[in-house]
């Protein structure tokens, strides 16, 4: 059933589903094995560090918040992706992002918010994840990074 979820290709495409949402659809992305899975969990995360359950699944809001003004948002949307894209590799092949609608149920120990998914959206393309990089890595920060914390021993 989900399976079946379109595919957001780019940067540009992520960019005209947030443009175009109707202004009730709170937009979320989260990396998981997909909906699929998710859902049949009961829309539950656990927490990493401790095991314990969340009472929603754990994902980052693609609205722009107002303080970022008339500011790229290619590089809001990439920001969102790339934050995130270590926990393919932590959490296996399987995991990968994907867009829903939801609604905020609290907030989990990383202050990242957890919602209930009302709609799943769409997948996100590997392209769209490659082009979220290179325009992050385009702002040449040393004081920014991925929230991979594995590195941070």
């Known amino acids: 059933m989900f399976e079946n979820l379109p595919t957001i290709a780019d940067l540009d495409d992520l960019i005209e589903l947030i443009t175009s949402s109707a202004a009730e659809d709170q937009l979320f992305v989260r990396w998981s094995a997909g909906p699929a899975v998710d859902l049949r969990q009961d829309e539950t995360s ?70 209930r998914v009302r709609r799943p959206v769409a997948w996100i393309a590997d392209a769209a994840l490659i082009e979220a990089e290179h325009l992050v890595e385009a702002q040449n920060s040393a004081e920014w990074g991925p929230l991979d914390r594995r590195g941070a021993r």
Do not use: I
Not at 90 to 110: A, E, F, I, Q, Y
């Open 46 to 115: 656990r927490d990493s560090l401790t095991g314990v359950p969340l009472p929603g699944l754990s994902a980052n809001p693609l609205a722009v918040e107002p303080w970022w003004g008339d500011r790229s948002l290619r590089l809001w949307v990439a920001r969102r992706l790339y934050d995130y894209r270590h926990l393919r590799y932590l959490r296996g092949p399987n995991v990968r992002p994907w867009v829903l609608v939801g609604s905020r149920c609290g907030r989990g120990p990383d202050n990242e918010p957890l919602v």
